[in-house]
C-alpha cells in the first residue's frame, strides 16, 4: 500500500497520526520516498519554524526520500550527506534565540583533541568520530554553511574558538541585513570520502584475551548447568551427568564432602583445558 494511501485511511478512519508512527508496516513504506501529498499531510500540524524548513528544503531539493511523522530526510542531497528536518524545535540561544530544527551531514575527520573545541564553539555542531561524520544544526541552511565553515577552521587552527564565535555572530549580522556572506552560501572545503572519514579506533583486548574470557564463560556455563538445583555447588548425584567428572570426582573433591564448589570445578575445567587439543 503506498503511503498516500494509508495516511488518507488513517485521516479516514478519524485515528490520530501516532497510529501512522506506530506501525512498522506503514514507516517502512514511508522510507520509500513520500508525494508531495505525504509531505504536506506529514507537516501540516508540525511547529512553524519545522514547517518553515521542510517547505524550503522541498523547494531546493525535491521531496524527501524519507518521511516520518517526526521527521523528513534526504540523502546525498546537494553538498550534504544527509539532511533532515524534524518537526521537534530545540531552542537554542546562539547568536540570537532562534529553534533548531534542521541537521545537515557531512563526511569529515574529526581530530579527537578538537572535540572539546567544537563543544566550546556551538553546541549544535556535532562529531561523531567512528561515523565519520559532522553536522551543524539551526533554522536555516545558511546557518548550517556557516557552522561548519567555521569548525574547519577551528579543526584547521585558522581560528580559535573565540574568533569563529564573533565571526559567527558578526556574519549573521549581515545575513539578517540582506546580505550573503561566502561562509552562508556553500561549504568552503571539500569534504573527505566517507570511508576516509572513519574513524574505526583501535582495539583494546587481544583476540587472546577474547578466547580466555570465552574459556571463562563456557565454565561458568558448564558450572551452571551441572548445578540443577542451583544450590551453588555440584553434587555426586549431579556429577554422573559428565563423564570424566564422575570418574575423577575423588581428585576435585578438596574436602570429601560429595560436593564440588565453584574454585575444585574450577580446577576440573583446567585439567580439561590442558587435555584438549
Known amino acids: ?42 507537516i501540516e500540524d508540525w511547529p ?9 528544503m522541498t523547494e531546493k531539493y525535491g521531496q524527501p526520500d524519507e518521511a516520518t511523522p517526526s521527521m523528513l530526510v534526504w540523502n546525498n542531497n546537494g553538498p550534504w550527506l544527509r539532511t533532515i528536518v524534524y518537526k521537534e524545535e530545540i531552542d537554542h540561544e546562539f547568536p540570537v534565540p532562534h529553534k533548531d530544527v534542521l541537521e545537515q551531514f557531512i563526511s569529515y575527520n574529526v581530530p579527537p583533541d578538537k572535540f572539546d573545541e567544537l563543544a566550546e564553539y556551538d553546541g ?69 570520502p566517507i570511508q576516509q572519514a572513519r574513524d574505526s579506533d583501535e582495539r583494546a583486548i587481544s583476540v587472546a584475551e577474547v578466547e580466555q574470557l570465552r574459556q571463562g564463560e ?37 574436602d570429601d564432602n560429595d560436593r564440588l564448589d565453584r574454585n575444585e570445578f574450577s580446577a576440573f575445567e583446567a585439567q580439561e583445558m590442558e587435555q584438549s587439543p
Not at 512553524?48 to 524550503?56: D, I, L
Not at 556455563?221 to 567428572?245: N, P, Y
Request: hydrophobic fraction near 40%; aromatic fraction near 6%.
Open 1 to 42: 500500500m503506498k503511503t498516500s494511501a494509508i495516511v488518507t485511511l488513517v485521516a479516514a478512519l478519524g485515528l490520530p497520526m501516532s497510529v501512522f508512527a506506530q506501525s512498522e508496516e506503514m514507516q517502512n513504506e514511508a522510507v520509500q520516498g513520500a508525494t508531495p501529498a505525504d509531505t504536506r499531510q506529514i
Open 48 to 56: 512553524e519554524v519545522s514547517k518553515e524548513a521542510a517547505n524550503a
Open 124 to 192: 549544535s555542531v556535532i562529531a561523531e568520530r567512528t561515523k565519520g561524520e559532522l553536522s551543524a544544526r539551526c533554522d536555516k541552511e545558511a546557518a548550517n554553511f556557516l557552522a561548519v565553515n567555521l569548525a574547519d577552521d577551528i579543526i584547521k587552527g585558522e581560528k580559535s574558538v573565540e574568533e569563529a564565535r564573533e565571526f559567527y555572530a558578526d556574519t549573521i549580522k549581515q545575513v539578517m541585513q540582506g546580505q550573503q556572506p561566502e561562509y552562508t552560501t556553500a561549504l568552503l572545503f571539500e569534504p573527505p
Open 218 to 254: 563456557a565454565e561458568i556455563a558448564s558450572f551452571s548447568e551441572l548445578d540443577k538445583d542451583d544450590s551453588g555447588d555440584i553434587s555426586r548425584e549431579e556429577a554422573r551427568e559428565h563423564e570424566r567428572l564422575n570418574e575423577d570426582w575423588a581428585q576435585y573433591d578438596a
